[in-house]
C-alpha cells in the first residue's frame, strides 16, 4: 500500500489547514477562520499542539482583517497559551524547539495585548536562550517583536461563506475543546530526544502535517 507523505497530506485540497489557507488568500476571511478554527479544534483532539497554536494563531490574524480585534485578542491569547505549553512539553525533548515555542508564544502574546504573559515568557526565555548560546551576549538575545495587521477588504463573493451560526458554532467548539485539552493533558506521541542544539524537525512537521 502507497504511503502518503506528510507534504501530500498539507497539500491535499480536503485538507483544513489548506483551505482555510486558500480561503484567505482569495479574501474569504470569515471561511478561513471557520476552516483555521476547525483545524485547531482537530489538532487539540490529537494532542499536535504545534499545529492547533499555528492554525488559532493564523484564524486571529483573519479576525483582525475583518475588523474584529476583541475576538482576534482572545485567539492570539489562547494561541500564546498552546505554545507555551508546547514548550513545556517540548524542553526535555529539543532545547530549540522550547525556544521556538517561547518566541510563538511571546508574539501571541504581544498580539494579544497581555504584557504580564509576555514578560513571563521572556523571563523564562532569556536565560535559556543564554545557556543554549552562551557565546552571544545577552544584548542580541532578543525576542522577536510582532508587526500588528490591519483591517483588509474582503472578497466581496458571498456564495459558500459559513453562516454567523457556523462562525459562532466553530469558535465555541475551538474554546470547548480546548478546556478539554487542558483537563486532560494529552500525552504527546513518543518522540525520540533530538541532539544538542538540534531542532527535533521531525516532531513539528508530524504535527502540521
Not at 83 to 90: L, V
Not at 123 to 130: D, G, S, V
Not at 159 to 167: H, L, N, T
Amino acid at each position: 500500500m502507497r504511503v502518503v507523505t506528510w507534504l501530500e497530506k498539507l497539500t491535499d485540497e480536503s485538507n483544513t489547514w489548506f483551505a482555510a489557507l486558500r480561503a484567505e488568500a482569495e479574501g474569504d476571511f470569515v471561511s478561513a477562520i471557520v476552516l483555521y478554527l476547525r483545524d485547531a479544534t482537530e489538532s487539540l483532539r490529537q494532542g499536535s499542539l504545534v499545529r492547533a497554536g499555528l492554525s488559532c494563531s493564523c484564524a486571529a490574524d483573519c479576525l483582525v482583517k475583518t475588523g474584529d480585534p476583541g475576538r482576534a485578542k482572545s485567539l492570539y491569547h489562547e494561541a500564546g497559551s498552546i505554545y507555551r505549553e508546547n514548550f513545556e512539553r517540548a524542553i526535555n525533548v529539543s532545547v530549540r524547539e522550547a525556544l521556538w515555542s517561547l518566541e510563538r508564544a511571546y508574539e501571541c502574546f504581544v498580539l494579544a495585548d497581555d504584557s504580564d504573559s509576555a514578560q513571563q515568557v521572556r523571563e523564562i526565555y532569556k536565560p535559556l536562550t543564554h545557556r543554549a548560546n552562551p557565546f552571544v551576549e545577552q544584548e542580541q538575545l532578543q525576542l522577536p517583536r510582532p508587526d500588528k495587521l490591519s483591517p483588509s477588504k474582503p472578497n466581496s463573493g458571498t456564495e459558500s461563506r459559513p453562516s454567523d451560526a457556523e462562525f459562532r458554532k466553530a469558535i465555541q467548539e475551538f474554546f470547548q475543546s480546548r478546556e478539554s485539552s487542558k483537563e486532560r493533558r494529552v500525552s504527546p506521541k513518543p518522540r525520540k530526544r533530538a541532539e544538542d542544539g538540534e531542532v527535533d524537525e521531525e516532531g513539528i512537521i508530524d504535527q502540521l502535517g
